[in-house]
């Protein structure tokens, strides 16, 4: 009889976690969602390219068919858009030291070194603006283990942050798209100011 309350205790702590589990994707998948939003909103379409930092309500986006890219924040609220070409360079930090950078013509510092136990881990994209002249999206905090699903580790923040430095040299080697000239049409097809005039005048 003494297994009943046990059993019942243990029946009662695995409800409370299966609600509290359900409750946290839930709010994983609503972050996702209102981002996504936000930045298909001030792109004018889904983002080709989008980066979130979980649990702080940041993301950056990229529309390559309108080079254009931007950073929202505060879950979508505050958003910044920004041409392509205005993307200057990214850097990638751990626990507050830059360990990997790439800069628009410059060659890339490629992460060397791997750093299990790191407390955060920040991509930071630089735009070349001087009123918002960078962007920081953290990636991994050290409270984040109780915060989140359990699918990412420091580890996997430094190599998610890797594989965008990777993308950001892409982005940048690509350059601005080729301005679109504008129609030109000869001099015999415009139009004068005496075309609606008679012969014999």
Not at 50 to 76: K, L, P, Q, S
Not at 94 to 107: L, Y
Request: aromatic share 8%; charged share 25%.
């Amino acid at each position: 009889m003494k297994e009943i309350p046990q059993l019942l205790l243990l029946v009662m702590f695995a409800a409370v976690a299966v609600t509290a589990a359900g409750s946290l994707v839930a709010w994983y998948m609503q972050e996702v969602h209102t981002l996504t939003r936000a930045l298909k909103r001030v792109l004018g379409g889904r983002p080709d390219a989008m980066i979130i930092a979980h649990g702080r309500g940041r993301a950056a986006g990229f529309n390559f068919a309108e080079d254009t890219c931007a950073v929202a924040w505060d879950n979508g609220d505050w958003c910044l858009i920004y041409q392509i070409d205005e993307l200057a360079g990214a850097e990638v930090s751990v626990d507050g030291i830059v360990v990997a950078r790439v800069f628009r013509n410059e060659p890339r510092k490629a992460l060397e070194q791997t750093l299990p136990n790191a407390d955060r881990v920040t991509l930071r994209l630089i735009f070349d603006d001087p009123h918002h002249p960078d962007f920081d999206l953290d990636l991994w905090v050290a409270d984040d283990e109780v915060r989140r699903r359990g699918e990412l580790t420091s580890m996997g923040a430094i190599k998610d942050a890797n594989r965008w430095m990777a993308r950001a040299e892409a982005i940048l080697r690509r350059g601005p798209a080729p301005a679109v000239a504008p129609p030109s049409f000869s001099s015999s097809d415009q139009p004068t100011l005496f075309d609606d005039e008679p012969d014999d005048l």
